[in-house]
């Protein structure tokens, strides 16, 4: 029978079949995802062939079918292992706010870099706008427009409102997508009032004050009943970023993708060749300063070409 993870604790799996029944699996034997070393083989939105168990209502994950695309990170950029938050995505929206919590313009760089080199079409969600003040929204303004003129679709939201919910439902509708996001910035939440047939756990006001807690455990997919459906994550404090080459980072910034064939050296780092045309479009205006900057920051990470591969 083949089947897609819905939830996954670490431990055993939520498998939905195609004639829609769940069945809690386990994987049978030791799974390895070819030269990769992950803490989990198998994540939510992978398709995977079970056998039912000698007991007739539990199944055993006997094989992973081949992946569209997964997005994988590091806890911190020092952790050994990587983790598979999702496979199979059409649209990953990453949920952040400027307030309790404040996501970081870091954190969202190395989102979108993973997403671009999975192929992940990303946008942006800034939520809780409702606890924005004025100087958030001038900031917000600004933000919006770095990610914007870089290529990526930003909204604006509110749970406690519901202001632009359609609109991200308009964008959610018949794709596979994923919420990602800091702990506490209301991915939860957010999914609750896009699907009110959906009751799940929201954090205490302020719990985001209390380090390490999270209110969400372990990924899960939902059907959405406008079609498609949603993953809900944990929060995650940290992107680390895996297995990337420096060469390739440049290419991971929409922005500078525009600009890099016109550089005069095919092998320019835009850091420190004449007749860069990146580092031209970053003195016009044309490449933000912001996102060079974090550029420069993911180029000089040491930890970013650190060995990860485990051959088999
Ligand atoms: N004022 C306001 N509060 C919100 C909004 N969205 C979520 N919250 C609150 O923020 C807190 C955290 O929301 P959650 O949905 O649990 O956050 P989460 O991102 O799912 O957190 P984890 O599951 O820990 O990753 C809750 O108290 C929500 O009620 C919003 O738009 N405005
Ligand atoms: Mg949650
Ligand atoms: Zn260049």
Redesign the pocket.
Known sequence: MEGIVVKSTGSWFAVRTKSGDIIKSKLKGKFRIKGIKTTNPVAVGDGVRISMGADGTTGLITEILPRHNHIIRKSTNLSKSSHIIAANIDLALL?VSLR?PKTTMGFINRFLVSAEAYHIPASIVF?????YDGQDFINLDEIENIYMSAGYKCFR?????KENINLIKMEMQDKTNL?S????????????AIEPGLT?????????HLKG?????FPEMHPLSFGGYII?????REFGLVNFRKEEIAERFPEMRRFMHQCQFNNCTHIHEPNCAVKEAVANGDIHLSRYNSYLKIYNDDYLEKEEWEWE
Request: no cysteine.
């Open positions: 949920v309790e939520n809780k706008i409702d606890i939201t509110s749970v406690l409102t919420f996001g800091i702990s506490g910035v209301g991915k939860s939440a957010l999914i609750n799940l756990k929201t954090g205490q006001i302020s719990s985001y807690k999270h209110t969400t455990t809900d994550t944990p929060g995650i």
